[in-house]
């Protein structure tokens, strides 16, 4: 079993987070419940913001905001000196209720609206990443509205699309998001943005994938933009002041991932970005990336409780906990792989394998296939790793299951930093009707 940051097995045989015992965590909390490792998502922000600062590199790195928004988590990247991406006004909300300096934000999305881009504006949001035409025209509009300017990234697709070990060259550029590299589209709105008096276009953006192990594909949207780049120099005298290279890198989930260290994906983004921009002869840009899973991701661990067994005779043990697919839809969604430890009895002997089903209506509502365990009885606690990005902020109330509590471990000390749900919360905004019996 491989353990994240600071969780150890204790004296009692539970499973410790933080300093913290999770058998206290879940006695105090309930289950489910979300744990996170503070101290692993401070070891993630530096090794990235360390990594640029010793090769004298001028950077910001953006916390994707999207794997974990809440405002606790947008105050602690705001200490750890990162910027933020939001990609929704709900999400950019989030993070001017935590107080973060809205000049450290950047703004995302393919279909922002006009009272997002008007909020976004208001606010002195640092830097709108755009991503199509109707949107430059829309920020035209806001920025005149309000009399202000505002500075602009280019999402560009630069036709490579990566996922964990492939990355797939894509000609067509066939995405929802970004303009198009290749056929002409990025060219057009570089002289838009240029024309425009409302408009800073301070570089270009682009975001290839998720779950990467490797830099090939970072390393060859680099070379395509910096191709573009020559192109754009000599056409307007344009050089972005910004490359994005967006985020997307891998962690282990499991004994199948192996992803390199977060300095090594840095160190090759810059050797690359420097070799093109010797080439352009042209100072190094600001390099700008944006993780979100690899600062949150193997930091967040989700303690359930065990509840009913089903044996179907010589074919499978299910063993049922107390959330599934309401608190962790990832399986569900793209068949995610999982590893998990009984928190209350981590070193006990293995003794069967089991498959972890959720509580929800749907035959596919099943957290981890075959997980070898001990012979688990209700009330144990499950303990499953990595559920730190894209557990919580794609958690919904499906089957009106509330949403778990979160807590925040560091240094001994626990704290509450999302309440759990509760059934009156569920039917909050529920209207009902006007009846027409009259009893
Ligand atoms: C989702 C996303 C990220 C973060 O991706 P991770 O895989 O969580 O690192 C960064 N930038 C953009 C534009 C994204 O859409």
Redesign the pocket.
């Known amino acids: 079993m491989y353990f994240h940051g600071t969780s150890r097995i204790n004296e009692q045989n539970h499973l410790e987070i933080g300093g913290v015992d999770t058998v206290d965590l879940a006695n105090t909390y309930g289950t489910p419940l979300y744990v996170y490792d503070v101290a692993l998502i401070r070891e993630r922000a530096r090794s990235f913001r360390e990594t640029f600062k010793r090769l004298n590199i001028n950077a910001q790195v953006a916390y994707?905001s999207?794997?974990f928004s809440t405002i606790a988590m947008v105050q602690l990247a705001d200490e750890e000196g990162l910027s933020l991406?939001v990609v929704s006004g709900g999400e950019l909300f989030t993070a001017l209720q935590a107080g973060f300096p809205p000049e450290r934000i950047h703004f995302?999305g393919n279909n922002k609206s006009y009272e997002e881009l008007d909020m976004a504006i208001k606010y002195g949001i640092g830097c709108i990443v755009v991503d199509n035409f109707y949107e430059l025209s829309l920020i035209e509009e806001v920025c005149n509205a309000n009399n202000t300017n505002v500075q602009i990234l280019l999402r560009v697709t630069p036709g490579i699309e990566a996922h964990t070990h492939d990355y797939i060259l894509t000609g067509q550029e066939d995405s929802k998001f970004g303009f198009g590299l290749i056929n002409g589209q990025a060219d057009k709105a570089v002289e838009i943005a240029l024309e425009s008096q409302n408009i800073v276009l301070l570089g270009i953006h682009c975001?290839i994938g998720?779950?990467i192990f490797e830099t090939t594909g970072f390393l060859l949207a680099t070379e395509r933009i910096f191709t573009k780049m020559k192109e754009w120099k000599e056409r307007h005298g344009f050089i972005p002041t910004v490359v994005n290279l967006?985020?997307?890198?891998g962690i282990r989930y499991t004994a199948d991932d192996n992803p390199i260290t977060v300095s090594k994906y840095v160190e090759e983004i810059i050797a690359e970005v420097k070799k093109h921009s010797d080439d352009l002869s042209i100072d190094i840009p600001e390099i700008w990336i944006?993780?979100?899973?690899?600062l949150v991701g193997d930091a967040g661990t989700t303690i359930y409780s065990v509840g009913s067994r089903k044996e179907v005779p010589n074919i499978r043990q299910y063993l049922a906990i107390d959330g599934g697919m309401s608190d962790n839809i990832r399986p569900a969604l793209y068949q995610a792989k999982y590893e998990a430890v009984l928190a209350n009895r981590v070193n006990d002997e293995i003794e069967e394998t089991v498959s972890i089903a959720g509580k929800c209506c749907e035959s596919g509502d099943m957290l981890i296939w075959d997980l070898p365990l001990p012979k688990a009885n209700s009330n144990d606690l499950l303990a499953v790793f990595c559920t730190g990005?894209y557990g919580y902020s794609m958690s919904n109330n499906y089957n009106r299951i509330p949403r778990p509590a979160v807590v925040f471990v560091e240094n001994g000390e626990a704290q509450l930093v999302v309440k759990r749900e509760s059934y009156e919360d569920l039917v909050r905004l529920d209207i009902p009707i006007k009846t027409q019996v009259i009893k």
């Open positions: 994707a999207k794997a991406d995302h975001h998720s779950q967006g985020g997307g890198f944006e993780p979100g899973r690899s990005a």
